[in-house]
């Protein structure tokens, strides 16, 4: 099977999306797929060109047995609205003018953003191949929840097309449970809706004792750290914990932020302003050294904003560290919620309520047993979201979906 994967996002960029994706198309080609994926030349999230490339009209290489177009894009800091759709609809056109030259059985097109999965439209449309349109979030939900855009005659035209989109793919994969009931009042039938959630490679994320070097090198030896490794964005809503940060008294506790985004500059300002002895906020990682950093944690911090849209996410941060053992301090409620205490594998605070997470992040260093006990559900939790066999229940909708368009190719080619 010859599986084509737009993405404007792929390693060595090291956020969700990239990881997500990458993860997978190994998988596939572990079982015999040959996966092209075409994407633009790695530059997220400060919007400068990776060392060792070249932002060119058409670049390839190999990258474990997956073939990697990338072609040129208008590159831009992930930070202005305008710039930012500029970059998006670059690689619309570019990533689909380069798909035009690869031969392949399926399509797959990744959202957010939205105009990758446009991109996989046109595809489809011209190439005559199914597509299947992944979400892994809500556009423009999204958008409005983290205040990028205001109610405007753009944001109903990216609905029109979203909700377009959505009743002509072929096939809809989703990443939580509230996307697939979402998607279904579109008017998208369940059948053709299908979940495959966020997950972890349990091998990549398998380091059980603490870094002693890099506790060394940050100078953070016996403290009791709280971490946040990743996009420091609009969503994430980082200000509400410098400010708890700042009420905290325990000496022993730190936190560590690890993490470049649109909201970087704007942290660092604000931790120089509060004068905080207790964060170290350092910049953004190689994917490689992330389960090094995870080590010397103790608690993991995922939170988003506060707000309904929120409520249907399913933050990748999660299995990563309970892979490594590393209790969830959640401040997102819905379905992240839910995961997180049916496996015991953490505490929940309310979002933007600094009395319950400082009480929550007292319990998690005072009461040992307990900690201990979040351990073991976050071993649980990790196994059950193997990115193993998630990607090869998405391997399957893909091979479901060839074999049928291949029958009915040649229902018709039987009748000529």
């Not at 439209?121 to 205040?147: H, M, N, Q």
């Not at 509400?240 to 008294?249: E, G, Q």
């Not at 950093?293 to 707000?307: E, F, G, M, N, P």
Request: charged fraction near 25%; include cysteine.
């Amino acid at each position: 099977m010859k599986i084509l994967f737009l993405t404007d996002n792929f390693p060595p960029e090291s956020n969700a999306p990239a990881t997500r994706t990458y993860e997978h198309c190994v998988e596939w080609v572990a079982e015999g797929a040959e996966v092209t994926v075409i994407t633009c030349t790695p530059n997220y999230p400060k919007g400068q060109v990776f060392p060792g490339y070249k932002n060119k009209f058409w670049q390839s290489e190999k990258m474990d047995g997956i073939r990697v177009i990338r072609v040129w894009t208008y590159i831009s800091p992930n930070r202005g609205m305008f710039r930012r759709i500029l970059d998006y609809i670059s690689f619309c056109i570019m990533g689909f003018m380069a798909s035009l030259f690869v031969k392949t059985d399926v399509i797959v097109a990744t959202s957010p953003q939205l105009f990758t999965a446009v991109g996989g439209c046109l595809a489809s449309f011209f190439k005559r191949r199914p597509w299947i349109l992944e979400i892994r979030d809500l556009w423009p939900e999204s958008i409005k929840a983290v205040g990028a855009m205001e109610e405007s005659k753009m944001l109903k035209m990216i609905d029109r097309i979203v909700l377009f989109l959505y009743r002509n793919a072929d096939q809809v994969v989703v990443n939580t449970d509230s996307f697939k009931d979402r998607i279904f009042k579109c008017g998208v039938p369940r059948e053709r809706i299908h979940v495959v959630k966020n997950g972890v490679h349990l091998h990549k994320y398998n380091l059980t004792e603490k870094s002693r070097p890099l506790l060394e090198k940050l100078g953070l030896k016996d403290k009791f750290i709280i971490g946040y490794i990743g996009t420091h964005g609009m969503a994430h809503n980082l200000d509400f914990i410098l400010d708890c940060a700042a009420k905290v008294t325990n000496p022993n506790m730190h936190f560590l932020f690890v993490g470049d985004g649109a909201m970087k500059g704007r942290l660092l300002k604000k931790l120089k302003v509060l004068k905080l002895s207790n964060v170290t906020m350092l910049d953004a990682i190689p994917k490689e050294e992330v389960p090094e950093h995870i080590s010397i944690t103790d608690v993991a911090l995922v939170q988003l904003k506060r707000t309904d849209t929120f409520k249907k996410v399913l933050p990748s941060k999660i299995f990563e560290n309970a892979a490594m053992k590393k209790p969830i301090l959640l401040g997102v409620e819905g379905e992240a919620q839910e995961v997180v205490e049916s496996y015991g594998a953490g505490l929940t605070f309310e979002p933007e309520n600094e009395a319950d997470f400082l009480v929550k992040l007292e319990s998690m260093y005072n009461d040992k047993a307990q900690y201990l006990n979040f351990q073991k559900g976050c071993i649980n939790l990790a196994k059950a979201f193997d990115r193993r066999t998630l990607a090869l229940k998405m391997y399957k909708v893909l091979a479901i979906l060839v074999a049928v368009n291949d029958s009915r190719n040649e229902e018709v080619l039987s009748t000529r």
